[in-house]
Nanobody
Framework: QVQLVESGGGLVQAGGSLRLSCAAS????????MGWFRQAPGKEREFVAA????????SYSDSVKGRFTISRDNAKNTVYLQMNSLKPEDTAIYYC???????????????WGQGTQVTVSS
C-alpha cells in the first residue's frame, strides 16, 4: 500500500513554469511506473505523462509534449513534473499515480494522490 502526496501547484501566468512533486510513502516506488493525470472541472481525467521504473521510458500526451518533463528520484521516493510554457488550458487538478504499466487510461492505475491545483491565467 502506497500513499502519494502532490505538491507544487499554484497560480501562474501563461508562459510561466511550475514544478510539481509527488512524494510517496508506505513502500518504495523503485519497481513501479509512475505517472501524472489531470482533471479540469466537468471533464474526464486526462493522461499527462508517465515514466518507467528506471526512467528509461517516458510517455507524454500530445497536448503537453515538448513543454512538460516527467522525472523521478527513486532514492527520494519522489516523482516530478516540470511544466514549462504553461497555457490556460493546462489549468486542472494534477494527480500523481502509480500501480500501472505506462497506460494512458485512468482506470489502469491503481493508486492515486489527492491532487494539486494548477491554475494558469491568461
Amino acid at each position: 500500500q502506497v500513499q502519494l502526496v502532490e505538491s507544487g501547484g499554484g497560480l501562474v501566468q501563461a508562459g510561466g513554469s511550475l514544478r510539481l512533486s509527488c512524494a510517496a510513502s508506505g513502500r518504495t516506488i523503485s519497481y513501479y511506473a509512475m505517472g501524472w493525470f489531470r482533471q479540469a472541472p466537468g471533464k474526464e481525467r486526462e493522461f499527462v505523462a508517465a515514466i518507467s521504473y528506471n526512467s528509461e521510458m517516458t510517455s507524454y500526451s500530445d497536448s503537453v509534449k515538448g513543454r512538460f518533463t516527467i522525472s523521478r528520484d527513486n532514492a527520494k521516493n519522489t516523482v516530478y513534473l516540470q511544466m514549462n510554457s504553461l497555457k490556460p488550458e493546462d489549468t486542472a487538478i494534477y494527480y500523481c499515480v502509480t500501480d500501472g504499466v505506462m497506460a494512458t487510461v485512468a482506470s489502469s492505475w491503481g493508486s492515486w494522490g489527492q491532487g494539486t491545483q494548477v491554475t494558469v491565467s491568461s
